[in-house]
């Protein structure tokens, strides 16, 4: 995979643990600011997750399951940009909704990188999980105050932003072992 395919991956998980940090810190936020923000950021992470999934489909075999998040990722971009006021409204709803779907997706992926020797892929797979825990809370609690909403989703958020860290981290190393065979080979 292309060095800046991975740089762009991680600022991505980056900015999903920044958004998650102020969702956390700064519950006053508006929804109107909060709809804005999220689009932003959840619009460049599924840009960037589909450039992941087409460079990484001929090793990673459920690239479909990645594509289909990093789609949602995107059409939910649009919709919190391009409907702010009904995303003030219907947030908490669609974002939990969002971040559950997103941590089931990436509890199933996991297992593409246990198949490929990803010591790590448990940690992808109890992010997932808790993703997807967090985002079935959220919504099931829609009566829960703006500070309790943001600090669950905003946990979510951060899980999903580590993951796509370690899915790098997993890249990496596959590529280092392919390059490590290719010289063994080479030597011989």
Request: net charge positive; hydrophobic share 60%; charged share 10%.
């Amino acid at each position: 995979m292309k060095t800046s395919t991975k740089i762009w991956l991680c600022i991505a998980g980056l900015l999903l643990i920044i958004l998650g940090v102020v969702c956390i810190a700064k519950p006053d936020i508006t929804l109107i600011s909060a709809a804005w923000m999220l689009g932003c950021f959840t619009l460049f992470a599924g840009v960037t997750k589909l450039v992941f999934t087409f460079q990484t489909q001929a090793f990673l075999p459920n690239s479909g399951t990645r594509a289909l998040s990093a789609l949602l990722d995107i059409f939910f971009g649009c919709f919190f940009l391009f409907n702010v006021l009904g995303t003030a409204v219907s947030l908490p709803v669609v974002f939990a909704i969002w971040v559950m779907i997103e941590g089931v997706i990436i509890a199933v992926q996991s297992f593409d990188y246990k198949k490929v020797g990803f010591p790590m892929w448990w940690v992808l797979l109890l992010l997932g999980i808790g993703g997807a825990v967090l985002g079935f809370f959220g919504l099931r609690n829609l009566d829960v105050t703006a500070g309790v909403l943001s600090t669950i989703i905003g946990l979510g958020i951060i899980a999903n932003g580590l993951a796509y860290i370690l899915a790098v981290i997993g890249v990496n190393r596959f590529e280092n072992r392919m390059d490590k065979m290719g010289r063994i080979i080479d030597e011989q």
